[in-house]
């Protein structure tokens, strides 16, 4: 009889161990090193964020694909050619509605390849109707949304940072996703900016309270485009960990993390960064002064994580983006996703090599991969990675040890 109760005992143990200790390491508890600028750490370890946004769209499919219940599941894919770049970090723009599915390929990307997560949550910028930050409905159902986010992902190992927004400070005075009431309508464009500002980021301080009860392991991150209103958030947004600044400013980022340490002093994160490989000027693919703008933008990140070098705020960087989207330049039209898209969508003088294109647009937004999509040839399921000199340039830097 003894010897049947410990078979059974082990029967029922063995997995539950194996399944605690083996397959799902340690939750890592991260905090911010201030003492010699700032730094991430990792369970104790430095941790210079060096990575990609991730959202592996295939050729003839748009921003709807849920690439998380693909059953080629692409990130092992990605995430074997991101471990010989020397990536150790993706983010995520969007979850799945399956959180069994999300989790999945998470710990797969970090256990197979080390790979941790930034965990975003729009905050309904892209809703429609618009967003309105001053309407309590919408922001309700917002806040019930992004702390089940952090509920069903807080103990999962591939969590690095949760990230809250993206641009939606260019809604505070651009005709992007437009907000308003009747009460800020009736003060002068002046005071509705800072309103607005004061508004959205009173609210996000409420959600970085809410999550740190949650979650206390995980920093948090407020996601914003450029520096703008950045000193309304240190008065209105106090309780966020890090600023996760999205900028282009060509091939380095000249005085930005300076006036991050004067307008907001937390340290940062590059959420958004990078460089498209088409030229505008000569309309032919330009892979070259892709790579050398990629080489100079990294210089600059690592060069501003060291407090001797640089300012000493920057945690490193996710750059946009890790493949090319071909849906971009028509994405009410599906039949234009199985064509890459040659056409300019906006202009950017501090990107050079192309900022004399004949009709003044020279950003090509179907082209900011460091790997290309053959959708010609399939590998293991999906369309075939065609690795950018980019991708080289970046894995010659991030697997140096001295860079």
């Known amino acids: 009889m003894p010897v049947l109760v410990l078979l059974l005992l082990l029967i029922f143990l063995v997995p539950y161990f194996f399944n605690k200790f083996v397959l799902s390491p340690p939750i890592s508890t991260l905090t911010i090193d ?32 849920n690439f998380w219940s693909d059953p080629g599941k692409p990130w092992l894919v990605d995430g074997k050619l991101m471990k010989e770049a020397g990536i150790n970090t993706v983010r995520i723009y969007r979850l799945g509605k399956n959180p069994e599915e999300v ?4 710990e797969e990307l970090y256990q197979k390849f ?37 509920r069903l992902y ?34 002068p464009l002046e005071n509705q900016y800072k309103e607005k500002a004061k508004i959205y980021y009173s609210y996000v301080n409420g959600l970085v309270k809410e999550i740190k009860r949650i979650d206390p392991n995980h920093p948090v991150v407020l996601g914003v485009g450029e520096v703008k209103s950045l000193e309304i958030a240190r008065e209105h947004c106090p309780d966020v960990d890090v600023i996760g600044m999205i900028a282009y400013r060509g091939p380095t980022f000249g005085n930005l993390f300076r006036q991050v340490k004067q307008k907001f002093d937390k340290p940062l994160v ?7 490989s088409y030229n505008a000027a000569t309309r032919d693919p330009d892979e070259e002064n892709q790579a050398a703008f990629l080489k100079q933008q990294w210089k600059d990140i690592s060069k501003n994580s060291e407090p001797k070098s640089g300012a000493g705020n920057c945690l490193g960087g996710t750059l946009f983006e890790w493949s090319d989207e071909w849906w971009k330049g028509n994405e009410n039209l599906p039949h234009t996703w199985s064509v890459h898209d040659t056409a300019a969508h906006w202009y950017n003088n ?17 082209w900011w991969g460091i790997v290309s ?12 990675r065609v690795p950018k000199k980019s991708y080289y340039t970046l894995k010659a830097l991030w697997t140096n040890k001295n860079s």
């Open 34 to 65: 201030r003492q010699n600028g700032y730094k991430l750490l990792v369970d104790g370890k430095r941790y210079l964020i060096r990575g990609v946004c991730y959202a592996p769209t295939p050729v003839g499919k748009d921003y709807e694909y």
């Open 103 to 106: 989790k999945k390929a998470l």
């Open 114 to 150: 080390g790979i941790r997560a930034l965990m975003g949550h729009y905050l309904g910028f892209w809703d429609w109707p618009p967003p309105n930050y001053a309407d309590e409905a919408f922001k309700e159902k917002v806040r019930i949304e992004v702390l089940e986010m952090v």
């Open 154 to 187: 807080k103990a999962s190992p591939a969590v690095l940072m949760w990230v809250l927004g993206n641009e939606n400070n260019y809604s505070f005075d651009r005709n992007v996703q437009r907000w308003t009431t009747e009460e800020l309508d009736a003060l």
């Open 270 to 276: 590059l959420i958004e960064w990078g460089a498209d």
């Open 350 to 366: 501090s990107y050079y090599f192309d900022a004399e294109a004949s009709d003044r647009l020279n950003m090509n937004e179907e």
């Open 373 to 384: 999509l053959d959708p010609k040839k399939m590998e293991h399921g999906n369309q075939a």
